[in-house]
């Protein structure tokens, strides 16, 4: 068989952990011959790919990025490759197209296979977003990166008598923000899903400094918002991509608490860094089972599928089914955070 795969969207740890395993179990199980394409679905588009063989994916496992590379496209070009699935896959000579993504690529992913083009999906974000799956790999890392940031900046905050605003990633689910913020100890955690009031945050602060704990840490995700009247806020643009272009939360709820209290408030954004590095542990081998399993599914002919993680085992799932909604964070694992702050 000759299998396609190609990662898109934001890139995050294990995606190369992925590609390697994907090679590895299709020529050394099957003789398979596989090819990458070059910056997701531009590639598959332009005719941009690689031959890839051991060599070629040997020493990328603990590699962050992808050596893929990565894009995202317009929805009129991802349209244009779903119109034209069934003549790619011929003009490549395509037995199975293996897409690496989040939830828009996964929805691209459903839009070649619904066209005729053979698919096996593979989940992938920091975001933790996709529902469907228990976990997916990225986010892991990212959790790390991001307790560490929190970890290291309760001491300056202590230091120096401040209140610290730490913004995660986490457009529309709070997973990174909930899991961080519980691992790190934050003093309080604003998520997506759960609108915040300014007066709460300024009341847990003023009751810190009441009793001696003079400084605080807040870990907001990008994608949270202030209840209405609590604060102003201007909601960002919409994107070329469809995606909501996020005014800096951090930097304004800081700005707003200084104002408040009279105390300095810093906003600290990690931003991207939470994408790069050395994936976990945890995520290489999550991603090297999706990448074993995605495999094992384009040889049983299960496609329009996507790997997925329930409980330990990795199963798989209809495409439809994993892009239909946002897996959010949940109000009990909120009362659950809430309950430790």
Not at 39 to 58: C, I, M, P, Q
Request: charged share 25%; net charge neutral.
């Amino acid at each position: 068989m000759r299998i396609g795969i190609l990662t898109a969207g934001g890139d995050c740890p294990g995606l190369n952990a992925v590609i390697r395993s994907v090679v590895h179990r299709a020529m050394t199980g099957y003789g398979d011959e596989v090819i990458g394409f070059e910056d997701g679905f531009k590639g598959l588009l332009e005719g941009h790919y690689r031959t890839l063989d051991l060599n070629a994916v040997s020493g990328i496992l603990a590699r962050g990025g992808t050596i893929l590379g990565s894009a995202r496209l317009e929805r009129s070009r991802l349209r244009e490759a779903a119109e034209t699935s069934a003549e790619l896959a011929r003009k490549y000579g395509l037995d199975a197209l293996v897409p690496v993504g989040g939830e828009g690529t996964l929805t691209a992913a459903r839009m070649l296979s619904d066209a005729g083009m053979p698919v096996v999906g593979v989940p992938k974000t920091i975001d933790n977003d996709i529902s469907s799956t228990d976990r997916t790999f990225g986010f892991d890392t990212a959790v790390m990166v991001a307790t560490e940031a929190i970890d290291r900046l309760k001491t300056t905050a202590e230091s120096h008598q401040r209140v610290m605003v730490v913004e995660v990633m986490g457009r529309h689910a709070g997973w990174i923000a909930l899991e961080s913020g519980m691992a790190g100890g934050a003093h309080g955690i604003c998520l997506p899903e759960r609108p915040f009031q300014v007066e709460d945050l300024v009341k847990m602060v003023e009751e810190r400094f009441a009793r001696g704990k003079k400084f605080a840490v807040i870990c907001v995700a990008e994608g949270a918002h202030p209840a209405e009247g609590s604060m102003v806020y201007k909601k960002g643009e919409i994107d070329q991509y469809g995606h909501e272009r996020f005014t800096g939360i951090g930097t304004r709820l800081a700005a707003e608490l200084e104002r408040r209290m009279g105390k300095e408030a810093r906003p600290v954004i990690l931003g991207h860094v939470q994408r790069g590095g050395t994936p976990t542990a945890y995520d290489r081998v999550l991603a090297n089972r999706f990448g074993w399993h995605a495999v094992e599914a384009v040889h049983r002919g299960e496609f329009g599928r996507m790997t997925a993680l329930r409980g330990t085992e990795v199963v798989t799932v209809p495409l439809a089914e994993a892009v239909t909604r946002l897996k959010t964070v949940p109000e009990h694992r909120v009362r659950e955070a809430e309950s430790v702050f």
